[in-house]
Nanobody
Framework: QVQLEESGGGLVQAGDSLRLSCTASGRSISTRSFSSYSMAWFRQAPGKEREFVGAISWMSGNELYADSVKGRFTVLRDNAKMTVYLRMYSLRPEDTAVYYC???????????????????WGQGTQVTVSA
């Protein structure tokens, strides 16, 4: 089994930056297997559906972002630490949400923005951006 644990959320002001981390653990995962997972971040605001934020491929580090965060958010990974990061800049009140990381072990070349493509999920970390 694979567990994902997010951290780094908190309360910030509009315009601030924040970095979220997501670390993988479990009996079924190693640094080698983690490097073959595509990793993604999703978020869910109160009363709204969970939505795709960004993802980074297991292959060549290709990235994909939602239009709403493109140019402000960056997904990075450190395979040796089995950790993926979400760097968020110029935060806005509408970025307030619970942020989830997810892992896709299918080794697909195309990065997915659909929730159903991801096999493992974390419990989420709250990010609140005040105006």
């Amino acid at each position: 089994q694979v567990q994902l644990e997010e951290s780094g959320g908190g309360l910030v002001q509009a315009g601030d930056s924040l970095r979220l981390s997501c670390t993988a653990s479990g009996r079924s995962i190693s640094t080698r297997s983690f490097s073959s997972y595509s990793m993604a971040w999703f978020r869910q605001a109160p009363g709204k559906e969970r939505e795709f934020v960004g993802a980074i491929s297991w292959m060549s580090g290709n990235e994909l972002y939602a239009d709403s965060v493109k140019g402000r958010f960056t997904v990075l990974r450190d395979n040796a630490k089995m950790t993926v990061y979400l760097r968020m800049y110029s935060l806005r009140p509408e970025d307030t949400a619970v942020y989830y990381c997810a892992a896709d072990d299918s080794r697909m070349v195309r990065l997915a923005s659909e929730m159903g493509k991801y096999d493992y999920w974390g419990q989420g970390t709250q990010v609140t951006v005040s105006a």
